[in-house]
């Protein structure tokens, strides 16, 4: 099985660099790499040239931005049966791709795979919905996130298969934009496996040390990929309504507070905020 990476990528070349070098050494060989580049000073040109004899890569220009839109274009370069989106700044263990692949021969009824994201540690994990335990999911418990998802194009409705432009960094909400696409194709009956040995390394960029505007920023796009599906008169997305807009930020404000962490506040407030305020300019 072929598997196609399709990765975005702006302003970053260190980054880069790293998941390119967790790319050469990868113990499955049968990949491409699809660079969506929408730098326009050639900052990458020679970064990717390193690595043109080492595996397939499809150095695409483009004279746009915005996350969901660049992944969509790469969508139609891809030649493989799975696909992912992997960001810029992640990289994966060196048997990533292979188990993947073992993993959707055995389970072949999956069209969805998540896998672990972890905080450059074998037990730390980093960001999105994470787990100690391999378990299908569905809707009411998405697992992973953008990054850690890989989709097997065979079993996945193609009509469903792109991301929305309006979520992700970039677009008018700057987050979700996994969540959203992940979102609808549980509701259109895909199953969905969650393995945790799996292992894709990513800062934890979500930890509240690093800023509550970063919080307020992203659940801006949880919010509105909430309201997207309450309008669509999806029953089901009550569940997320109860429980992101209501239980777990007030959980979440009420630890905070007895934490006597004032960054830790702000970073849970933020997120109250811009969850509610995704929710009410969505469609606006």
Known sequence: MKVSLVL??????????LFLDSLQYQTYYDFELIVIDQNQDGKID????RYADHFCINHVKVDFTGNARARNYGIQFA?????????DDCAYELDVLKQVVEEFKHREETAILAVGSYDFSKTRFSIGVNDRKAQYFSRFRMMGVEFT?????NKVDHGEFYMDHDFGIGSKYSGAEGFELLYRLLRAGHVAY???MIR???ADKDNYKVGGKRML??????????RKFA???DIYILYYIIRKMFIAPTIKMILAVFSLNPRRVEYSFNNLVGIWRGFLAYGR
């Not at 020679?46 to 040239?49: F, G, P, V």
């Not at 030649?79 to 960001?87: M, V």
């Open 231 to 233: 309008k669509e008169y």
């Open 149 to 153: 998802h890989f989709f097997n194009l």
């Open 8 to 17: 975005a990528t702006l302003g970053r070349d260190n980054e880069l660099l």
């Open 194 to 196: 969650y393995d945790p």
């Open 217 to 226: 920023m992203y659940s801006s796009g949880v919010g509105a990929y909430i």
């Open 200 to 202: 894709i390394y990513h």
């Open 46 to 49: 020679s970064i990717l040239a």
């Open 79 to 87: 030649r493989g049966e799975i696909i992912a989106f992997p960001d």
